[in-house]
């Protein structure tokens, strides 16, 4: 029997219109790719090839099943329940009710401000972090900080004192440390972060000791714009962007959506709705509230994915660029050589846009101070200031940090370096100063001190390391937000390793004789805490009686911020006259430049042991556990390479096949052979030259890249073993194997770019390029996984009409808006008849049928809308439902065969506009980055289980542990799954996850590892598994799982609003057998019920609620579809908002989660503007 | 032809039959004594470190049972008194202090380590029970764990198999009674009806209004028209689907 294959929808070719796609692959059309798609779980060693297979199969089976009767009957002999203990609290702890969480408000500290939390904790230890809503600068939590509550029971966590990597006593360290200290004559490296404690500790340490100097450094914050702000506006003035009063966004390469925060993101998506923040606005009369976004960039970055207009250039022309705006501000002069014609016309288009009003432009923090001086330049002239777009803020007190610079030159005088920056300074190694010494040069005879939580390469080469304790551990406080808003930090556990806080080593050396806290005396008050609450009283709260101050340390406590204390405005100094040398534009793909990018994994190095961040797709490229030189299609043709890229792979075998964990390893069965992007992805390695330094690494295409232009992540390749030289075909590569700087999740991980970095901050021009000829690289990425491809998925509009032509008329805003739900196959099939019948088939007692129907719940009808104009892709989400739902990794040899686990797929496609005219292969992947009026566009599209009313996948399962309930969710009963995947293989949305291995009890990350059975290493009861959710189940092996919209937080909503109809009948004094309840009684209130992708979400994209209450927020974008009309009649759904569509709508699932289609406003004046977003409108 | 098969062996298949049929009753009536919860927990007594007795507390000295699971109507989780609860009475030179069957308690808050209770009450790990859920609806201690007020060393009463949740789960009538009864275990129906003339009336109008036929001093008929009325007034619907408790 041969399986009925669905044939993709294919697009004529020489059609006009947009071209969508996810991978070179796709966008080639290769074979290979279509083979891989049409399974769900793409294996190769799940194919039986032949004869001989199937009988070997066969007899392997029978053989296994003779062994395991005869075990069980050995097995029987103990069937008895073994004894359990409940083992209470001695006494009662504050707060604490068992199998309830408590939630206390904290702060997580970081370059751009302390991020506002609150951290819910079962029984004492801390499960989830989610966004302080309370406080104004609260807006989601990123992915990064999302998954630092991993990093605090990390195993790998430092937990010794060391001494040049060996591992001492706490006394001998605590007299090493005295020691080292003792002349006063030692700098201290800090974070970038702020805090008033610390300031006052500073002010104390100067005091005591008067050679004592202090320095702040973090590898990837951004000097340059620092140094800027610092020249204009004062010392530690930081400038942030209020983004409800800017209007046109001109980013330079800042991705301030992400990694570069300029301020509060939260007023920047309210206005990238047509309906405004509430959703509250007609969405045709969008004018007044949309906001346009312009956007400058080298590679693509997910600020540059929301952009209405995204151009390529260089980095080394983003300063010519910056002239060229400088001159039409009439603060600057012209460039001295011009830009090609489109790209001067963009410009100007772009000027006069932001000219017009609420204009800003926003320059990435790591160009040079003076690119940033002009910009602040432009930005005077454009009103920005005078507008309140931009603001100077600084602190009342502040630590007279240092900078780098100053450390080379002070280095001289300093005997002990302490460095106590969350960075990674002897990895990183960074050139220093005037001349060519790197940090390591300037600190090779002095006493290092490192405070850090990972035994990273500066633990390990540091006189003395003090194991450091995670800030869910520490005391603390900071500032949040635009404003500046005092937040503090407080534990949620004591030390779980025995790490010293970042407080109390300061206190310690503000000693006499210098003695660190020992946390192991639970009773002993840390004097971090006396530090932070005498601060507070004396500077945040002063005065008061003995009593009012306890309160207000306790209100500080429970809401974690002091609004009233804050930063304060600072006034602009004299304006600099910087000028901007310009610099070559690259030409030669084999002399590109080269950006030394932030990570949205591992951001600057230091979450390169987090598991979490490590196998969370890149939100662009969609690759897990690596980093990779980015180029363009165009400069990888150039360079010989994009042919082995996106041409057919030679190898005939999966590229897990040397590895031993599988016999049969052939890809696929058919003469064709794997394209590049499938399990056989080898990417091919360049030879990367800067200056006298040089770095072997894989190569990606990547689309929406400037040409010559290559990108390389910072923060892989800390540590290699014996394991690394698997991931390469063809020559073994020259490495050293060395361990000791990273755990088991972040070895073996990608390559080194510091090495290459030097001196430059951000880029280098003029490096040299060549490929490798005879070494390749595996690499996982899941781009292609579960895919959908080929239908109107992510659907876009635009404020501007259509072009009309032969087939359509021109569309304009209104009409647009109203065929939403018109795209793609929706435009003319006509939705498939669901045989679901609505009534149940529940039976009583005596065989009357229950008056029961399918979806007869009349308090909850949950349901989700996404809304596909403020998504950026960025992932927090999907990091958020693997915290929530106790999701775990698998690890990049699994990731590869596409098992991941992630129950959100973050969709991304690329699409750009094709003329008439062009053959297909004359266009193919060429997108020159000339062409700034032929836009590439960008977008995301998130896919969860999307809880259809008649779902596709219930009907299929044998054992019916896959259901429907009767408030719309389609739930998973894990214990009953036997794992046939019948479901998963009959999801048209590919939402099914299926848990191959015991990837909760067996540790993934370890070499072959998983394949070991019962020999494997476990990982059970490891300090991990203290962060799973309670309230949820930890899958084993063979059970298939999928998102259940956070069933755990519905189920407590719903007995929460049971408990208050209990406490009203309780507070009414009457009898309860007087009361009666309705519906309405039992219903949650609107708004109250959130799920873990919602709350994370700093777009605010995600909307959940109750179909039912007709208060919910969720009613202003969905509704729920009429039961009794028939079929065909609401094939449309009733849904309120004109931008919300159904995926696949034509198959008739009925889905319960919605889209809510992207609305792009782009600059009528620009060229090809009429181009900008037509993803999916000319699609049939 | 030879006769290939002697005489005998014209009873063999009605032998094999008759042994398979032995043992396959053999086998379910094993199987249903050893391996049902019915068989494996009831009666499940085991010792305690401190040999507790309910029936002096609750019966005799007239604690409520929230008394010391404190939490029962917030969490989902019926917690077990910490220490100092219990030294709330047994305080040194208190009630009893000088018992020794009271020792571990004093042992527990001087070394700090706590008491260590046996579980009576398991629901396995993929079965998300919430006692608050239940208790604010008009569900009684009892249903689930017996007279516990009548233990002297508290056991498994019943077998809180999926069947007997389940039972309920369709049925709530029988077990449904009013809040304010929830924690008193010697409830019953037809008495309280007896005292509350307005409930008694609400329960009345119920069943001429539903065409019931039910008899109020009769113990199962008056909790039944209770339990119907309880049902319908407060909307109570018991769900049936695996996510009730499966998650």
């Known amino acids: 029997m041969s399986k009925r294959k669905w044939h993709h929808p294919e697009v004529p070719a020489e059609e006009r219109g947009t071209k969508v796609w996810r991978s070179a692959g796709e966008l080639e059309d290769t074979p290979g790719l279509r083979q891989w798609v049409d399974r769900e779980f793409p294996r190769a060693a799940e194919v039986m090839r032949d004869e001989d297979d199937r009988e070997n199969t066969r007899r392997d089976f029978l053989k296994l099943m003779g062994a395991s009767t005869a075990l069980a009957g050995l097995g029987l002999a103990s069937c008895r329940r073994p004894e359990s203990l409940i083992v209470p609290f001695l006494d009662s702890v504050e707060w604490t009710i068992p199998g309830k969480p408590t939630y206390y408000a904290t702060s997580m500290p970081s370059a751009t401000g302390a991020i506002p939390l609150v951290a819910a904790n079962y029984e004492g230890r801390p499960t989830k972090l989610e966004p302080n809503k309370q406080n104004p600068s609260a807006n989601g939590v990123s992915s990064m900080t999302q998954a630092s509550i991993l990093g605090l029971y990390d195993p790998a966590r430092s937990r010794y004192f060391l001494e040049n990597g060996k591992s001492i006593g706490r006394g001998d360290a605590v007299k090493k440390l005295g020691e080292y200290t003792k002349s006063g004559n030692f700098g201290i490296v800090f974070g970038e972060d702020d805090s008033l404690t610390r300031t006052d500790l500073i002010a104390k340490i100067k005091a005591k000791h008067a050679g004592a100097k202090f320095y702040a450094y973090e590898a990837l914050a951004g000097a340059g714009k620092k140094a800027s702000d610092a020249g204009i506006f004062g010392k530690h003035a930081v400038v942030k962007a209020d983004f409800a009063k800017a209007g046109k966004i001109l980013s330079l390469d800042c991705d301030f959506l992400e990694l570069d925060n300029q301020g509060n993101t939260k007023a920047f998506f309210d206005r990238r709705r047509p309906e405004g923040a509430g959703y509250n606005e007609d969405p045709v009369a969008y004018e007044k509230q949309l906001n346009r976004l312009y956007c400058v960039e080298p590679t693509y970055s997910v600020t540059g994915g929301m952009a209405d207009h995204r151009a390529p250039l260089a980095p080394s022309q983003i300063g010519k660029f910056i002239s060229l705006l400088a001159s039409y501000a009439g603060v600057g002069t012209a460039p001295a050589t011009s830009f090609s014609d489109t790209k001067t016309k963009w410009a100007k288009a772009c000027y006069e846009d932001l000219k017009a009003g609420g204009g800003v432009v926003l320059l990435g923090s790591r160009y040079a101070k003076e690119l940033h001086d002009v910009v602040y330049k432009i930005n005077e002239a454009l009103g920005a200031y005078s507008a309140g777009v931009l603001t100077a803020r600084k602190g009342k007190q502040h630590a007279d940090l240092g900078t780098m610079e100053d450390f080379a030159n002070d280095a001289g005088s300093l005997e002990t370096v302490i460095l106590m920056t969350a960075a990674n300074p002897v990895y990183e190694n960074p050139i220093l100063g005037s001349g060519d010494q790197t940090f390591t040069d300037f600190v090779a005879d002095k006493k290092l001190i490192h405070w850090g939580d990972q035994t990273n390469a500066t633990a390990n080469a540091a006189s003395l390391h003090i194991p450091a304790a995670h800030y869910l551990e520490s005391w603390g406080d900071g500032f949040s937000g635009n404003e500046g808003v005092y937040t503090v930090v407080q534990p949620m556990i004591l030390p779980l390793y025995g790490g010293i806080q970042e407080l109390e080593l300061l206190v310690a050396l503000t000693q006499d004789k210098v003695d660190l806290h020992d946390s192991s005396d639970a009773n002993a008050v840390s004097p971090a805490y006396d530090a932070v609450k005498g601060v507070f009283e004396a500077q945040v709260k002063p005065g008061g009686s003995a009593a009012a101050k306890l309160d207000n340390w306790n209100t500080l ?624 | 032809m030879a006769n290939y098969f002697p005489r005998w062996t014209n009873l063999v298949p009605l032998k094999i039959a008759v042994c398979i049929g032995a043992l396959a009753i053999g086998v379910v009536t094993a199987f249903t004594y050893y391996a049902t919860p019915k068989a494996q927990r009831v009666g499940y007594m085991p010792d305690q470190p401190i040999p507790y007795d309910h029936e002096l507390h609750v019966t005799q000295l007239g604690l409520d049972c929230r008394h010391c699971h404190s939490f029962v109507e917030k969490s989902g989780h019926a917690n077990v008194p910490t220490a100092n609860t219990c030294a709330n009475c047994h305080v040194k030179g208190g009630i009893k202090s000088d018992s020794e069957r009271l020792a571990p308690l004093f042992d527990a808050i001087e070394s700090g380590k706590p008491i260590k209770w046996v579980r009576v009450h398991k629901a396995p790990d993929y079965v998300f029970f919430n006692h608050s859920a239940h208790l604010g609806r008009g569900i009684s201690c009892i249903e689930c764990h017996g007279q516990v007020d009548e233990m002297r060393v508290v056991y498994h009463a019943k077998n809180l198999s999926m069947g007997m949740c389940i039972e309920c789960h369709r049925n709530p009538e029988d077990a449904l009674r009013p809040l304010e009864e929830v924690f008193n275990l010697k409830y019953s129906a037809a008495d309280y009806l007896k005292k509350n003339q307005s409930a008694a009336d609400q329960v009345t109008a119920y069943m001429s209004a539903n065409n019931l036929d039910l008899e109020l001093d009769d113990k199962g008929d008056a909790q039944k028209a209770m339990g119907l009325m309880l049902k319908d007034h407060w909307n109570v619907q018991p769900k049936e689907s695996c996510f009730t408790c499966h998650r």
């Open chain 1, 557 to 1180: 406590l429970r809401t974690g911020f002091n609004a009233e204390f804050k930063y304060e405005a600072a006034s602009a100094g004299a304006a600099p006259s910087s000028t901007i040398k310009e610099e070559v534009e690259p030409t030669d793909a084999s002399k590109p430049d080269i950006v030394f990018a932030t990570d949205y994994s591992v951001l600057d190095g230091r979450y390169v042991n987090n598991a979490w961040l490590q196998e969370a797709p890149d939100p662009i490229s969609k690759l897990t556990w690596d980093n990779a030189v980015y180029m363009s299609p165009k400069t990888a043709k150039d360079l010989g390479l994009y042919e082995d890229i996106v041409e057919l792979e030679k190898e005939e075998k999966a590229w897990w096949a040397n590895l031993g964990i599988a016999t049969d390893v052939g890809v696929k069965t058919t003469p064709v052979s794997e394209d590049g992007e499938g399990p056989s992805l080898f990417g091919p390695m360049v030879n990367v030259k800067v200056g006298d330094q040089s770095l072997e690494a894989v190569v990606i295409v990547a689309f929406g890249m400037a040409d010559n232009v290559v990108s390389l992540p910072l923060g892989y390749g800390q540590g290699y073993d014996k394991h690394w030289k698997e991931n390469f075909i063809g020559n073994d590569p020259d490495y050293d194997i060395n361990t000791a700087n990273v755990s088991s999740v972040g070895v073996n991980a990608g390559f080194n770019g510091y090495a290459l970095r030097g001196g430059s901050d951000y880029y280098a021009g003029g490096i040299s390029i060549e490929k490798v000829a005879d070494r390749r690289y595996k690499l996982a990425r899941t781009q292609e996984h579960h895919s959908m491809y080929g239908r109107a998925l992510a659907r876009e509009i635009s404020t501007m009409p259509t072009e009309p032509d032969g087939h359509d008329h021109q569309k304009d805003y209104k009409e647009q808006l109203a065929t939403v739900r018109k795209h793609g196959m929706d435009s003319h099939a006509p939705q498939n008849v669901d045989q679901y019948k609505p009534v149940g088939n529940a039976k009583d007692k005596d065989g009357n049928k229950i008056d029961r129907e399918h979806l007869w719940d009349k308090s909850h009808q949950w349901a989700m809308s996404i809304d596909l104009s403020t998504c950026t892709g960025c992932s927090a989400c999907l990091v958020a439902c693997q915290a929530e739902n106790n999701i775990p990794v698998v690890g990049k040899v699994q990731v590869a065969m596409g098992r991941e686990m992630h129950w959100i797929r973050m969709d991304r496609y690329f699409a750009e506009y094709q003329d008439h005219g062009h053959s297909e292969g004359e266009h193919k992947a060429t997108n020159p980055s000339e062409d700034w009026d032929k836009p590439l566009e960008m977008i995301p599209n998130p896919v969860a289980c999307v809880q259809c009313e008649s779902a596709p996948c219930e009907t299929v399962c044998p054992v019916n542990a896959t259901v429907h309930t009767e408030d719309g969710l389609n739930t998973m009963a894990y214990n009953r799954c036997i794992g046939t995947r019948y479901c998963a293989n009959n999801c048209p949305y590919k939402a099914r996850r299926f848990n191959f291995f015991d990837y909760n009890k067996r540790n993934p990350l370890l070499h072959k590892n998983l394949y070991k059975g019962p020999f494997g290493e476990k990982q059970e009861g490891d300090a991990k598994s203290l962060q799973r959710n309670p309230n949820v189940s930890v899958r084993m092996r063979g059970v298939m799982e999928k998102c259940t919209y956070c069933v755990q937080r519905l189920q407590s909503a719903k007995i929460d609003a049971k408990l208050s109809v209990k406490r009203g009948v309780q507070k009414s004094g009457k009898p309860s057998t007087e009361f009666k309840v309705d519906h309405e009684m039992l219903m949650s209130p609107a708004n109250s019920v959130t799920v873990a992708c919602q709350d994370a979400c700093s777009a605010g994209a995600i909307m959940f609620g109750n179909l039912l209450n007709k208060k919910d927020d969720i009613q202003k974008t969905k509704a729920l579809r009429d039961e009794d009309q028939d079929l065909p009649a609401h094939v449309q759904g009733e849904f309120k908002n004109p931008r919300t569509y159904d995926l696949l709508n034509y198959i008739g699932t009925r889905p319960r989660t919605s889209y809510m289609a992207r609305v792009k406003n782009p600059n009528p004046a620009m060229e090809g503007a009429t181009n900008v977003g037509r993803a999916t409108i000319n699609m049939h």
